[in-house]
């Protein structure tokens, strides 16, 4: 009977079904052997699971490689019901809220929540009245305090005389000063004489350091006359001293003093032209726009450097006094000086919008 129903089949129908036959048999073969069912994977005992701090990221597979496998062959299979499933940690909120960039101010949600059709999302801005804006406009700007004129105070109350040898200053009055000594009284009305020898001195002036009870206009006198003719340095250091303690009309003679230092020197550098424009601020602080305006006129004339900013010097005095033309003409001249002063340019057109011609 089984050769009756072979006979039914040909020849390629009867190699497939015994190669059929045989993976069947290696199948059944291999479900047999091996480990028995429902045996389950472990880690030996020197290994151990990873852990990890809780972070702000998802956690990814390959960066725990080396837990499953380390020590193992990766290519030989592993029978097993199931792996261990890795510990993944899902994706947490930051430890902190984000910086947001600065937004403008808006309406409240409330606001908006609460909008009928037709209505305005954003109020009227809480800007001043009319009035309020015309006393902006009107506002003058406040003018610096000068500094008060103390030229009949007293410096000190005694008169100090420093002494060698490490010897304590004396306080009380000078009487009298001799070739060879000084007479002093002190403070409890002891009277002594001191000679020169004893009394130390100034290492940056070369005199004796004696701080005297003078008024600051005895201590002008007193520093002018030992000023030589030629020291502008000194001249200067004069005028900020005496410009410091209120005596304007002197600082602006050692500041046209030393001016007229380095003009008869041909020194026309930064330093003349910083001077300049210190008498001439000077001036004008005090009233004396004509001084200022001659002075600028009469260095045009001197040189021909820093024509521009003379000129423009020169404008902001004529629009102080309110000669507006003759201040456009002098922002002019310093415009054709040098074109692209913007000093100029911005000054001149500023007076041209205030005398209400705007199309210049």
Same mark, same amino acid.
């Given at each position: 009977?089984?050769?009756?129903?072979?006979?039914?089949?040909?020849?390629?129908?009867?190699?497939?079904?015994?190669?059929?036959?045989? #993976?069947? $048999?290696?199948? +059944?073969?291999? *479900?047999?052997?091996? /480990? !028995? =069912?429902?045996?389950?994977? @472990?880690?030996p005992s020197a290994e151990r699971a990873y852990a990890s701090?809780?972070?702000?990221?998802?956690?990814?597979?390959?960066?725990?490689?080396?837990?499953?496998?380390?020590?193992?062959?990766?290519?030989?299979?592993?029978?097993?019901?199931?792996?261990?499933?890795?510990?993944?940690?899902?994706?947490?909120?930051?430890?902190?809220?984000?910086?947001?960039?600065?937004?403008?101010?808006?309406?409240?949600?409330?606001?908006?929540?609460?909008?009928?059709?037709?209505?305005?999302?954003?109020?009227?801005?809480?800007?001043?009245?009319? #009035?309020? $804006?015309?006393? +902006?406009?009107? *506002?003058?700007?406040? /003018? !610096? =305090?000068?500094?008060?004129? @103390?030229?009949?105070?007293?410096?000190?109350?005694?008169?100090?005389?420093?002494?060698?040898?490490?010897?304590?200053?004396?306080?009380?009055?000078?009487?009298?000063?001799?070739?060879?000594?000084?007479?002093f009284q002190g403070k409890d009305k002891a009277r002594m004489r001191i000679?020169?020898?004893?009394?130390?001195?100034?290492?940056?002036?070369?005199?004796?350091?004696?701080?005297?009870?003078?008024?600051?206009?005895?201590?002008?006198?007193?520093?002018?006359?030992?000023?030589?003719?030629?020291?502008?340095?000194?001249?200067?250091?004069? #005028?900020?001293?005496?410009?410091?303690?209120?005596?304007?009309?002197?600082?602006?003679?050692?500041?046209?003093?030393?001016?007229?230092?380095?003009?008869?020197?041909?020194?026309?550098?930064?330093?003349?032209?910083?001077?300049?424009?210190?008498?001439?601020?000077?001036?004008?602080?005090?009233?004396?726009?004509?001084?200022?305006?001659?002075?600028?006129?009469?260095?045009?004339?001197?040189?021909?450097?820093?024509?521009?900013?003379?000129?423009?010097?020169?404008?902001?005095?004529?629009?102080?006094?309110?000669?507006?033309?003759?201040?456009?003409?002098?922002?002019?001249?310093?415009?054709?000086?040098?074109?692209?002063?913007?000093?100029?340019?911005?000054?001149?057109?500023?007076?041209?919008?205030?005398?209400?011609?705007?199309?210049?």
């Amino acid at each position: 009977m089984t050769a009756r129903i072979l006979k039914r089949f040909n020849r390629e129908q009867l190699t497939l079904g015994a190669a059929g036959g045989l #993976a069947g $048999l290696l199948l +059944l073969t291999g *479900l047999g052997g091996g /480990e !028995p =069912a429902g045996a389950t994977f @472990r880690l030996p005992s020197a290994e151990r699971a990873y852990a990890s701090a809780p972070s702000t990221a998802p956690e990814y597979v390959h960066e725990k490689f080396s837990v499953y496998w380390d020590g193992r062959d990766i290519f030989m299979p592993v029978a097993v019901d199931k792996l261990p499933v890795p510990d993944l940690t899902p994706p947490m909120p930051r430890l902190e809220p984000l910086a947001l960039p600065p937004l403008g101010p808006g309406p409240a949600f409330e606001a908006l929540n609460r909008l009928t059709h037709g209505t305005i999302s954003v109020g009227a801005a809480d800007l001043p009245s009319d #009035a309020e $804006l015309a006393e +902006l406009v009107n *506002l003058a700007e406040p /003018e !610096p =305090a000068a500094p008060a004129d @103390r030229r009949a105070e007293k410096m000190r109350e005694w008169d100090v005389i420093h002494r060698t040898g490490n010897l304590a200053p004396l306080e009380g009055r000078i009487v009298h000063e001799a070739p060879g000594y000084v007479d002093f009284q002190g403070k409890d009305k002891a009277r002594m004489r001191i000679p020169w020898s004893q009394v130390s001195f100034d290492k940056k002036t070369g005199e004796p350091w004696i701080e005297r009870g003078w008024t600051y206009e005895e201590e002008y006198r007193h520093r002018s006359g030992r000023l030589k003719g030629g020291d502008a340095s000194g001249r200067i250091a004069l #005028a900020e001293w005496s410009r410091e303690y209120g005596m304007t009309t002197e600082a602006a003679q050692e500041y046209r003093a030393a001016v007229e230092i380095l003009k008869a020197r041909g020194d026309f550098k930064k330093e003349f032209f910083d001077i300049v424009g210190a008498a001439g601020d000077l001036m004008c602080e005090t009233g004396d726009f004509d001084g200022a305006v001659a002075l600028y006129a009469a260095v045009m004339q001197w040189t021909p450097f820093e024509r521009a900013e003379m000129a423009v010097r020169t404008g902001d005095a004529m629009r102080a006094l309110g000669l507006n033309e003759a201040a456009l003409d002098a922002y002019g001249q310093a415009l054709e000086a040098s074109p692209r002063t913007t000093r100029a340019r911005a000054s001149q057109a500023r007076l041209l919008y205030q005398s209400g011609r705007d199309a210049e």
